[in-house]
T-cell receptor, first 111, second 116 residues
Framework: QKEVEQNSGPLSVPEGAIASLNCTYS??????FFWYRQYSGKSPELIMF????GDKEDGRFTAQLNKASQYVSLLIRDSQPSDSATYLC???????????FGKGTHLIIQP | DTAVSQTPKYLVTQMGNDKSIKCEQN?????MYWYKQDSKKFLKIMFS???????INETVPNRFSPKSPDKAHLNLHINSLELGDSAVYFC???????????????FGPGTRLTVT
């Protein structure tokens, strides 16, 4: 049974600071990792994916993967109020060959 | 020009009824999915389907059945609705690469089902 753990928050970060979101996973065999953003009342939106150990940067977002520690994180630089949302970490698998999601971290960017 | 669309957006019905939710994707993707997001916002896979295989999450009651008339559509039929079925249901799709899904999934807007 694959499990993905996230701190549900809320995580409150001042505008302009770096928001750091963390995720751990149970299956050491997981090869790919996904970050989705979900605004209240909206559908999840893919923002980053990472397959290799190390960092992957895309604009203000950086995903970090450490397979030895079974840990993946998402950094958001220069946080904006529009970044306020729930961030979902996911790995493939979970009973129907879809994605297994964590419960999400609720991020609040304070103006 | 919606990539993944679902209808209806809201569905209110009584216990015991049978209902369907429709999903269409115009991305040309090979695999489609249904997810359930409960009141605690926990998002859980129910089914995945491509033109070869339906994979069912073993925890899903057999009152739920996906039906795919073609590659671009995956509808969800629910029989004998129960109070616990109240949730938001999301359809999603992804492209296959070398015969396997890439898991970069694109979600529809969701259908909020309320069973009274």
């Amino acid at each position: 049974q694959k499990e993905v753990e996230q701190n549900s928050g809320p995580l409150s970060v001042p505008e302009g600071a770096i928001a750091s979101l963390n995720c751990t996973y149970s299956d050491r065999g997981s090869q790919s990792f996904f970050w989705y953003r979900q605004y209240s009342g909206k559908s999840p939106e893919l923002i980053m994916f990472i397959y290799s150990n190390g960092d992957k940067e895309d604009g203000r977002f950086t995903a970090q993967l450490n397979k030895a520690s079974q840990y993946v994180s998402l950094l958001i630089r220069d946080s904006q109020p529009s970044d306020s949302a729930t961030y979902l970490c996911a790995v493939p698998g979970g009973g129907a060959d879809g994605l297994t999601f964590g419960k999400g971290t609720h991020l609040i960017i304070q103006p | 020009d919606t990539a993944v669309s679902q209808t209806p957006k809201y569905l209110v019905t009584q216990m015991g009824n049978d209902k369907s939710i429709k999903c269409e994707q115009n991305l040309g993707h090979d695999t489609m999915y249904w997810y359930k997001q409960d009141s605690k916002k926990f998002l859980k896979i129910m089914f995945s389907y491509n033109n070869k295989e339906l994979i069912i999450n073993e925890t899903v009651p057999n009152r739920f059945s996906p039906k795919s008339p073609d590659k671009a559509h995956l509808n969800l039929h629910i029989n004998s609705l129960e109070l616990g079925d109240s949730a938001v249901y999301f359809c999603a799709s992804s492209q296959d690469l070398s015969g396997a899904p890439t898991y970069e999934q694109y979600f529809g807007p969701g259908t909020r089902l309320t069973v009274t």
